[in-house]
């Protein structure tokens, strides 16, 4: 009798294979648990995210006003004056009665698309090639030389200008477009106090000398992700991370405890975004064949969608995935240690709703809802469309989009752009930069052009 057809060692091999294909998968996607989260009230979390005092200092609104910066385009609907102010900008009253215009979330988490302005869009389009920061040096001099150094409407902006000093010439990026979020995070932590918050002139931790850029994911996302920010780092209560974006100008943990009870509001109105709708033409009999070849090829890291919805809240090990992994590493290795250890002994790990961070090396497999939308791809933005995502071969090494909402490529899912056979002069995307780099995400490379343009047609109705 040949051994290979007894029952035993039938049985035996299938629990080899299936013991195999559980390691492979421990080791290739970790499941992210989920983390309870506060209730809120989303009505007023809008009306707290677009005129909300999360940040406490800002530019006097008698200054902008004078200077001839005011806009009148109001995408955001507001009332009144702060009708007249940038979508960027919240127009508050501090203690001292003084009206200011202070950054908001939607200087990273608002752009245009197709010439429509949405909000929860990451913003693709901010030059960080440019030191910005630097302007606030000059806008100081100024507010000074109007009002005086010791005047109510200079010390209303002092914060601003002290957290825009350190953050001067810190955040520059590579390419338009990026963001520098995570160095512009250590910045700010590293001149703060971990149990106060309160701010330190002088520098508490080393800042990393490396900027490594990412895109700015889409908030729609967000409800139904376990985890925040592209390495899953962010766990526990959602609504710390947000706030986390008041240490900007924060005071101490006083003022932190009333912008945290704030916060859960946001998230619940983020939570009820939903990803704008592809605006094109969408051909149905190959979308029904997209459908099938996607939830073939990749349903099992980015879920299933319409009647059938789920999300896996996979971590996809760097083995797998193959893209830049300067991001990840900057956590698992020591770029970030000291900004980790910072966060997860603060304040913002203390009471009955922490956030932590959980360091594990990869990224997460993101939600596709509304990815049309959402291009350039991949964790830095380094692939324009949805096309070369899916053909490796295909991706431009050096390669520049006009930034133009409208010029859009409604055939290969993403933004038009010229490809350059080198950096010279280009002042281009160069994917040959550290932590620039387009690599990996091969899984569609085996499939026929055909099957690919039949799976970019599903995903426009997503």
């Known amino acids: 009798m040949n051994i290979k057809n007894h029952p035993y060692f039938i049985l035996i091999t299938a629990v080899f294979i299936l013991f195999s294909f559980q390691i492979y998968n421990f080791v290739e996607k970790s499941f992210i648990p989920p983390s309870l989260q506060r209730a809120g009230d989303a009505t007023k979390g809008y009306d707290y995210l677009v005129s909300g005092d999360y940040v406490s200092s ?27 102010i940038p979508p960027q900008f919240n127009l508050i009253e501090n203690t001292e009665g003084i009206k200011i215009l202070t950054p908001n979330c939607l200087s990273c988490h608002a752009d245009s698309i197709n010439g429509e302005f949405i909000v929860g869009l990451g913003n693709n389009s901010f030059d960080y090639r440019i030191d910005v920061q630097a302007t606030n040096k000059f806008i100081g001099v100024l507010v000074g030389n109007k009002f005086g150094f010791e005047s109510k409407e200079y010390k209303a902006f002092e914060p601003l200008k002290k957290a825009s000093d350190a953050l001067s010439g810190q955040l520059i990026t590579k390419i338009r477009g990026l ?42 996302l967000l409800k139904k992700k376990n985890a925040m920010f592209y390495t899953a780092i962010g766990r526990g209560d959602f609504s710390k991370f947000l706030m986390a974006s008041s240490i900007l100008t924060l005071k101490d943990t006083t003022e932190a405890k009333v912008i945290d009870e704030r916060f859960p509001d946001i998230l619940a109105w ?55 992994p300067e991001l990840s590493l900057a956590y698992t290795d020591s770029l970030y240690s000291g900004f980790i250890d910072w966060y997860n002994e603060s304040w913002f790990v203390q009471g009955s709703h922490p956030g932590r961070l959980v360091i594990e090396p990869g990224y997460i497999a993101p939600p596709l809802d509304g990815i049309w939308a959402t291009a350039p791809y991949l964790h830095n933005g ?71 343009m039949a799976i970019i047609e599903y995903l426009k109705t997503l």
């Open 58 to 84: 800002g530019i006097p609104y008698a200054f902008f006003k004078d200077f001839g910066l005011l806009d009148s385009s109001n995408v955001l609907k507001r009332n009144g004056e702060a009708s007249l």
């Open 179 to 220: 963001n520098p979020a995570d160095k512009l995070t250590a910045v700010l932590i590293a001149h703060r106090n971990s149990n106060t918050l309160e701010w330190s002139d002088s520098l508490l931790l080393d800042i990393p000398e490396q900027t490594i850029p990412t895109d700015v994911p889409p908030w729609w």
């Open 270 to 324: 983020i939570n009820t975004l939903e990803a704008p709708e592809y605006p094109a033409y969408i051909n149905k009999e190959k979308s029904k064949l997209g459908r099938k070849l996607f939830e073939l090829n990749c349903s099992s890291c980015h879920g299933t969608y319409e009647e059938q919805e789920s999300y896996p809240n996979f971590l996809v090990s760097l083995d797998l995935i193959k893209t830049d």
């Open 382 to 452: 380094s692939v324009p469309t949805v096309e070369g995502l899916l053909n490796s071969a295909i991706r431009p090494k050096y390669w520049k989009r006009s930034y133009n909402s409208k010029d859009y490529d409604f055939d290969a899912l993403g933004w038009k752009f010229n490809e350059y056979q080198n950096d010279d002069n280009c002042n281009c995307y160069d994917t040959t930069v550290k932590a620039y780099g387009n690599q990996g995400h091969d899984f569609g490379d085996d499939l026929s052009q055909k099957e690919r």
